[in-house]
């Protein structure tokens, strides 16, 4: 269950900030105007339309070969379709931006996002750390390291960088989700509670966090208030068929 929220949102969030990451970027080789197939990408893959993105991204490379941007979106692609034959493609994506500039983080983060999917967290972890050694204020590249770090089973320093990434942006939904089950391993169900309220907060259509909560209800003996969470699960789950 653990693993399977924190990948949730993972991919939740980084099929949109890519996106934004690039806006007024200074990426060197990225000189050429946006072309109608790259714009139609961008929206693409803003929407989830993973499939339309990949096949625009492939054409707006063959009109631009130079452009970096390109390779790092069609790669974030490549992961956010959930196919693992894919994710060669998305390293070789990579490898490419990297070839086109060596000191882009955010192409850096991606293929540790790839390693992530493989399972090979150790790999991962080592480029988001290269990664934030050259970008430390970037949300989601500190994003992605506390993501390594928990996966690995290294809950206090995930908390550190969840804590840093909240420290920046108060609102970023993804930290308090995994921040509060980082918690829970440690057995720190107030602040658990406190995390998934957060949460709840920013997200209160989403029926998981409740559930989440409930556990750590549950886990602190505070029976009355778990089963009143499992009730709210229950009942939005029901709405939702």
Known sequence: MLFKVIFKSLRILFVFVILCYFTGYNVQAA??????????????????????????????IRENPN??????NRAMCFIESGRKDFLKDAMEDCEKALLLQTDLPIAYATKGFVYIKMGEYKKALLLCEKAV????????????????????????????????????????????????????ALKNTAKAIEYFSNAIKLQPLDKQLYYNRA????????LKLAESDYKKFHAMKQEDQ
């Open 133 to 184: 050694n050259m970008e430390p204020s970037s949300l989601d590249i500190n994003y992605g390291l506390a993501v390594c770090y928990q996966a690995l089973g290294k809950n206090e320093e995930a908390l550190v960088v969840y804590n840093k990434v909240l420290g920046l942006d108060s609102e970023y939904y993804a930290a308090y989700v995994n921040g509060g089950f980082a918690y829970l």
């Open 215 to 222: 556990m750590a209800y549950e886990m602190a003996g505070d």
């Open 31 to 60: 000189t050429v105007p946006m072309t109608s197939s790259s714009e139609y990408a961008d929206v693409a893959l803003k929407y989830g339309r993973i499939s339309s993105a990949i096949i625009a991204y492939t054409k707006a």
């Open 67 to 72: 452009d970096v941007s390109l390779y790092v």
